[in-house]
């Protein structure tokens, strides 16, 4: 067993792309930082050497969150390894482009497996592990509170999320405080191109895409803000607020 450090934080998901930044952010502000990862292995445990070459603790962990038991796992088997779990950052996701009349029932199921149903048996699981309180971050998304056509599904799940965080919030107070944050376009879908990029961006008010430093800054403002619980901060570059 790892001897317990100050504080302990699961990233799920932290392998690449917006989790990948979060993972190391936290290990540069001094957190032991598990690194989770289902396909990414070479990136996870890239992340994972970063962090360690910063002077502070990591370890990569592989779990498939679609494994409805996988989640639960996960959290008791990091706060097994630290000796205790202090933050909870629910960062796995996919964003699936399916068209209304082209989602399959295996498709639906899949979403909401990995966008809703693990961060909710991840929660209840650290729940039990932080006895002394601790924090939990859900990443929602804009697609929680506009309409996209092409991304029904995942629309719908991310909005379960936005209601997953208040109630996990109200359930687990005073104790645990639980938040989301809910980006816009921070990183584009892969497979995008140029011209998708512009629009985007002449279409948003700041008139710029974000980068993971602001879902990082979110991060930290919600870890450091004792007096917020229940609530989903927005880093959209004003894209909610358009019409």
Sequence with gaps: MIRPPQRVALVTGAGRRIGAA???ALGARGYAVAVHYNSSASEAEAVA???VSSGATARTFSADLLDAQAASTLVDTVADAFGRLDLLVNSAASMMRTPLGEVSVDEWDDIFALNLRAPFFAAQAAARRMPEGGVIVNMADLAAFE????YVPHGIA?????AL???LARTLAPRIRVNAIAPGVVLLPEGWDEG????????TPLRRHGSPDDVVKALFYLLDADFVTGDVLMVDGGRRIRS
């Design 22 to 24: 979060m993972a190391r």
């Design 49 to 51: 050497n970063d962090i």
């Design 147 to 150: 309409s996209w056509p092409a």
């Design 158 to 162: 991310k909005a379960g999320v936005v």
């Design 165 to 167: 965080t208040r109630s």
């Design 196 to 203: 998708s990029s512009a629009r985007l961006a002449a279409t």
